[in-house]
């Protein structure tokens, strides 16, 4: 930021993953706001409203994952506070997003799994929230048609220009869905996990994705088996098989085989252990994505979780 002060930018270019993004993104606002980064953090800062626009900002993802490129949020890391927060602004959104698949197609397999994986989890999460709505609806079941073709493609062929637009697409669409709904549990875990441990955002999801679908269909089917979330979680099944007679736990299945296939590192694999646990599932409960889960999932449910994806 002071370097961009210093030279006088009005304009930044964000190239590269969600990180790099974030951090334009960042900075372009910045540029214009008064005072530090500290100011205006969630959490760990003052939460003061950006008051003007940002500098414009161009966002170029090299990465099909995590749809920043159209969301009003910056994720940072704060190594101090052993924390990730938001960067929370209409004014923090790219001016301009160019998605373009062939910016992906030299990214190494483990990543365009677990960044992949990122994308799916932020399409699962929206279209089975408290917050799922008609418009979110539409970019989700489509996100999911083109996920559910293709990612295993693009992971085994890389070269597959047609399956890394479809990841590109997917991606661009799970970062509109839950910027215009909401996330979930596999979210809500993922912001202490990855502040408090050197784990990619991408890989974290993927390690817990089954686990969260598993957990809030049994936790749905004791405590709300007339939810019309259960009907959900068959249709998703129903977009990842591409079988109609598939049924909501088809869908955990298909992503465990998915995860498993892909050779998904579990938790431990980032440094965390048994004693970690319980601080993680606090921290989670206190997580913005975890108030959009589609149910309340209890103490022992969330230690579940990290102890399966452990």
Same mark, same amino acid.
């Given at each position: +930021?002071?370097?961009?002060?210093?030279?006088?930018?009005?304009?930044?270019?964000?190239?590269?993953?969600?990180?790099?993004?974030?951090?334009?993104?960042?900075?372009?606002?910045?540029?214009?706001?008064?005072?530090?980064?500290?100011?205006?953090?969630? /959490?760990? #800062?003052?939460?003061?409203?950006?008051?003007?626009?940002?500098?414009?900002?161009?966002?170029?993802?090299?990465?099909?994952?995590?749809?920043?490129?159209?969301?009003?949020?910056?994720?940072?890391?704060?190594?101090?506070? &052993?924390?990730?927060?938001?960067?929370?602004?209409?004014?923090?959104?790219?001016? /301009?997003?160019?998605?373009?698949?062939?910016?992906?197609?030299?990214?190494?397999?483990?990543?365009?799994?677990?960044?992949?994986?990122?994308?799916?989890?932020?399409?699962?999460?929206?279209?089975?929230?408290?917050?799922?709505?008609? +418009?979110?609806?539409?970019?989700?079941?489509?996100?999911?048609?083109?996920?559910?073709?293709?990612?295993?493609?693009?992971? =085994?062929?890389?070269?597959?220009?047609?399956?890394?637009?479809?990841?590109?697409?997917?991606?661009?669409?799970?970062?509109?869905?839950?910027?215009?709904? #909401?996330?979930?549990?596999?979210?809500?875990?993922?912001?202490?996990?990855?502040?408090?441990?050197?784990?990619?955002?991408?890989? /974290?999801?993927?390690?817990?994705?089954?686990? /969260? +679908?598993?957990?809030?269909? =049994?936790?749905?089917?004791?405590?709300?088996?007339?939810?019309?979330?259960?009907?959900?979680?068959? =249709?998703?099944?129903?977009?990842?098989?591409?079988?109609?007679?598939?049924?909501?736990?088809?869908?955990?299945?298909?992503?465990?085989?998915?995860?498993?296939?892909?050779?998904?590192?579990?938790?431990?694999?980032?440094?965390?252990?048994?004693?970690?646990?319980?601080?993680?599932?606090?921290?989670?409960?206190?997580?913005?994505? +975890?108030?959009?889960?589609?149910?309340?999932?209890?103490?022992?449910?969330?230690?579940?979780?990290? &102890?399966?994806?452990?």
């Amino acid at each position: +930021m002071e370097t961009a002060r210093a030279a006088g930018c009005d304009l930044v270019i964000g190239y590269g993953g969600g990180s790099a993004l974030d951090t334009a993104k960042a900075i372009a606002a910045l540029l214009t706001n008064p005072g530090d980064l500290q100011d205006h953090l969630e /959490v760990i #800062g003052g939460a003061r409203p950006l008051s003007r626009p940002g500098a414009p900002c161009v966002a170029l993802p090299t990465t099909a994952g995590t749809g920043t490129e159209v969301t009003r949020n910056s994720v940072l890391a704060s190594p101090e506070h &052993r924390v990730k927060v938001s960067l929370r602004s209409p004014h923090v959104l790219p001016r /301009v997003a160019l998605v373009d698949p062939e910016l992906t197609l030299d990214l190494p397999p483990e990543l365009t799994a677990s960044t992949g994986l990122d994308a799916l989890t932020q399409l699962i999460e929206p279209y089975v929230c408290n917050r799922a709505n008609p +418009m979110v609806d539409a970019l989700c079941v489509e996100g999911l048609r083109r996920s559910a073709r293709s990612l295993r493609r693009a992971v =085994e062929h890389g070269s597959d220009l047609a399956a890394r637009e479809d990841l590109a697409l997917a991606s661009l669409f799970s970062g509109l869905a839950l910027a215009n709904a #909401g996330l979930g549990a596999v979210h809500g875990f993922a912001a202490p996990i990855g502040g408090r441990f050197p784990a990619p955002h991408g890989a /974290v999801c993927a390690a817990l994705l089954p686990h /969260v +679908m598993g957990a809030n269909l =049994e936790a749905l089917r004791s405590r709300a088996p007339a939810s019309p979330t259960l009907e959900r979680f068959a =249709e998703i099944a129903r977009l990842l098989t591409g079988r109609p007679q598939a049924e909501a736990a088809d869908a955990v299945a298909w992503v465990r085989d998915l995860c498993a296939s892909f050779g998904i590192r579990p938790l431990r694999a980032f440094g965390l252990t048994g004693a970690d646990l319980p601080s993680l599932a606090d921290l989670a409960m206190q997580a913005s994505s +975890m108030k959009a889960n589609p149910i309340l999932l209890t103490p022992a449910e969330l230690l579940g979780i990290l &102890r399966a994806a452990l």
